[in-house]
């Protein structure tokens, strides 16, 4: 029986490179998978498309792709690689011509394609109503992009037409390890089981790192060898969708039971019900089984009919949010870190900045988890963030804690300040005859 | 004893709802993991942090990895892109988290 080999070459868009080629040159694979879109991605790259009409793709993907396809397609003595990855952010196209320039300067002869379809923007009506209550009209001017989460439809086609580096935008991040399993071992599209089994592996992939090693280690309670040299993970899967997880030997990082069952639980709510336009992927009975060093069975994976509706993530632009910081150490910080975040928020209010949502708390002492009891810390950073609606006025947050320095209590240091424009992110739902996938090549 | 020897955790977030996962190190410890770690208590571990009115806590249960789910929606207040928290997306919850004191109702 066939074993599928498929890699995560990385869990995000800043994610490292190293491991993604030591998989590409090392891994024996025939697929090296990048998942690079986080929720607001999308909305962040649709705003680099407007200001440059051939941007929009992931700033990494260049780079990525110079150093990984040297080991991509039919190459004498090993097995064909392929590249699948949703880097094309909010321009697919543009980044498929990119990309087929790297490997024409490389001499190679790649086919790629891209996967269009899921910006949905002109498809909104004015009465669509968002799941924060907000209706999309209300938005305006603001509203700045609108991508539906597609599922294995467009990957499927563009491996169909032979593809060797498959290029999308807005894909739900199992779809992207999924497509090349039901590619490669024919399984229908209602075929729940294997499609659930087939969404683990993608879900346990997805983060990179996450599974083998990486966002892990708790010394003296969780060790992990070899933490600066973190390799990736791969799957070796069946065609019944049975996976192993493992990694490149002699990589750094582990993979082990535990591992492999804080990365099932992640970003999941109900276990029984994880939902991909796919399938609704029923992850409640999944078990590990540890078969060798880094080496880890999946099982218990199933599936049941897949949602009707198609998740839409929705970006607008909403104010600005300025922020500074400020340290103070020694005998009496927090006292004087605390005069100075109600000199802060006094002044702020005198020369009437109008904030919409204020926030002030001490690093160190209740920035994370609010107030908790413990022994008063040698130093603490004032930390206030503020969001108002003009740009103006959130830069004069940041402009009153750096004032500190001659103007607030005694010994304060290393003041910084930023300002940044909001993008923020709601979903609603649309009906999949709305979204239709399509293949550029 | 703290929940830190027992168990470890991850968290992760989807909009304004983080999940918090907590997972025993040894599968003997599980049962005491689901006695004591109820939605409500972790519900109390993290009031004051989550919007008013926010839906309940929910617990799911994954026994074959010997591992509890917990739901909290609203504490990301107002999602992880709309958010002033120095942590918006809440990644360092479930560490707090572990500080719990559990105590052993098998022993009381």
Not at chain 1, 20 to 47: S, W
Not at chain 1, 297 to 315: F, I, T, Y
Request: proline share 4%; charged share 25%.
């Amino acid at each position: 029986m066939k074993t599928l080999r498929i890699g995560s070459g990385a869990g995000y868009s800043g994610d490292r490179i190293e491991p993604a080629v030591e998989l590409a040159e090392q891994g024996d694979l025939d697929y090296l998978v990048f998942e690079c879109l986080a929720e607001r991605t999308i909305a962040l790259a649709q705003q680099a498309r407007i200001s440059d009409p051939d941007g929009g793709y992931d700033p990494l993907l260049s780079e990525r792709m110079r150093r990984v396809l040297p080991f991509v397609g039919v190459q004498a003595g090993r097995r064909r690689l392929r590249v699948v990855t949703n880097m094309g952010a909010a321009n697919p196209v543009s980044a498929a011509i990119e990309v087929r320039r790297i490997a024409a300067a490389l001499g190679l002869d790649l086919k790629v394609v891209a996967v269009v379809g899921d910006d949905v923007l002109k498809v909104l009506q004015p009465d669509f109503l968002l799941d924060n209550g907000q209706s999309v009209g209300s938005l305006g001017e603001r509203l700045i992009s609108a991508n539906a989460y597609l599922g294995v439809d467009g990957i499927l086609e563009a491996l169909r037409a032979d593809a060797d580096v498959v290029i999308t935008g807005r894909v739900a991040d199992p779809s992207l390890f999924l497509a090349p399993q039901m590619f490669e071992f024919g399984w229908a599209a209602d075929d729940w089981q294997r499609l659930g089994r087939g969404t683990l592996v993608g879900h346990l992939l997805e983060c990179a790192g996450q599974v083998s090693g990486g966002y892990f280690a708790d010394p003296g309670f969780k060790d992990v060898d070899d933490l600066a040299r973190l390799g990736f993970p791969l799957a070796e899967i069946n065609a019944d969708g049975e996976a192993l997880i493992t990694k490149v030997a002699g990589s750094g990082g582990r993979v082990s039971r535990a591992t492999c069952t804080e990365q099932l639980i992640y970003e999941v709510h109900d276990p029984a019900a994880y939902l991909t336009p796919d399938v609704t992927a029923d992850f409640s009975r999944v078990g590990f089984v540890e078969e060798g060093v880094d080496r880890v069975r999946a099982q218990g994976a199933d599936g049941r009919a897949r949602p009707e509706q198609l998740k839409v993530s929705v970006g607008y632009l909403e104010g600005w949010i300025g922020e500074g910081q400020m340290s103070y150490g020694g005998p009496g910080a927090v006292a004087r870190a605390q005069l100075a975040r109600d000199v802060v928020l006094k002044r702020l209010e005198l020369i009437g900045v109008k904030l919409q949502d204020v926030r002030a708390e001490l690093i160190g002492m209740d920035s994370l988890h609010g107030p908790r009891s413990g022994v008063e810390p040698w130093e603490v950073r004032l930390r206030v963030a503020a969001r108002c609606e003009e740009r103006s006025e959130a830069v004069r947050v940041g402009n009153e804690v750096e004032t500190l320095y001659t103007n607030g209590p005694s010994g304060g240091g290393g003041a910084s300040k930023s300002v940044r424009q909001v993008v923020a992110v709601a979903s609603l739902l649309l009906p999949r005859n709305a979204v239709k996938p399509r293949i550029e090549a | 004893m703290k929940l830190h020897t027992l168990a470890h955790s991850r968290t992760g977030d989807k909009g304004d709802t983080s999940n918090i996962s907590i997972i025993a190190y040894r599968a003997e410890d599980y049962p005491l993991l689901c006695e004591y770690l109820t939605a409500e208590r972790v519900a109390e571990f993290f009031a004051g942090m989550r919007e008013a009115g926010a839906a309940q806590v929910r617990r799911y249960e994954l026994p074959n990895v010997q591992a509890l789910n917990f739901v909290l929606p609203g504490i990301l207040r107002g999602g992880v892109t709309r958010s002033l928290a120095l942590d918006a997306h809440g990644k360092c919850l479930g560490s707090a988290l572990l500080a719990l004191e559990i105590q052993d109702l098998r022993l009381a």
